[in-house]
């Protein structure tokens, strides 16, 4: 039981490249999130998804997209990376978004817009 | 809107010492309360989380928190750090009928020998 795994660990991407951020869950999950962290920021909710298929924006969505073709994946899109999205990407699941549900957490991933 | 306040940016404590991280929290209702600790270059791991009932939560590895309603606050705490407790802690709400959580900014301990 792995968890929560996140690929990859660290990126270099120049400003104006794409890339997909992957996440994976084998818990079985309906609920899935990206955030991203920042210093002096905490964690800001990036999008979510409520189950297989859909997908919702959350605190700070913009340049960002997501897709969640299998319940066990939730993929994080950059289409035209910018300096501003260099941040360390955590993604969590839930079993259900209930309000006091455990989110558990991947070791995240480090990714620098040069 | 609900959010969270962790006053304490960096706090630094001898091993063996007591800990006490602040978080106070905004919000109309009773919360949910969680306190998320996370190692250097880890994800988020829970410590421990109050929904109802007793306010002294009991959490894993030896941290509990207290939830005050007349202070809005819910205190992590810990009788004796260990070298192995540098981290940093975040604090977290999440609001009734919405599936999102919402987090501190986070405290970094640093516990010195």
């Known amino acids: 039981n792995a968890g929560v795994t996140q690929t990859p660990k660290f990126r270099v991407l120049k400003t104006g490249q794409s890339m997909t951020l992957l996440c994976a869950q084998d818990m079985n999950h309906e609920y899935m999130y990206w955030y991203r962290q920042d210093p002096g920021m905490g964690l800001r909710l990036i999008h979510y998804?409520?189950?297989?298929?859909?997908?919702a924006k959350g605190e700070v969505p913009d340049g960002y997209n997501v897709s969640r073709l299998k319940k066990q994946n939730f993929l994080l899109g950059l289409e035209s990376a910018a300096p501003s999205q260099t941040s360390v990407y955590f993604c969590?699941?839930?079993?259900?978004?209930?309000?006091?549900?455990?989110?558990?957490f991947g070791p995240g991933t480090r990714l620098t817009v040069l | 809107a609900q959010s969270v306040t962790q006053p304490d940016i960096h706090i630094t404590v001898s091993e063996g010492a007591s800990l006490e991280l602040r978080c106070n929290y905004s919000y109309g209702a009773t919360p949910y309360l969680f306190w998320y600790v996370q190692s250097p270059g880890q994800g988020l791991q829970l410590l421990l989380k109050?929904?109802?009932?007793?306010?002294l939560v009991q959490g894993i590895k030896g941290f509990e928190a207290e939830f005050k309603r007349s202070q809005s606050s819910f205190n992590l705490r810990k009788p004796s750090v260990h070298w192995s407790d540098a981290a940093e802690y975040f604090c977290?709400?999440?609001?009734?009928?919405?599936?999102?959580?919402?987090f501190g900014t986070g405290t970094r301990l640093q516990v010195f020998p």
């Open positions: 109050y929904f109802s009932g007793d306010t």
């Open positions: 998804s409520v189950g297989e298929g859909t997908t």
């Open positions: 977290a709400v999440g609001a009734y009928n919405t599936d999102k959580l919402i």
């Open positions: 969590a699941s839930s079993l259900l978004a209930e309000q006091y549900n455990e989110q558990f």
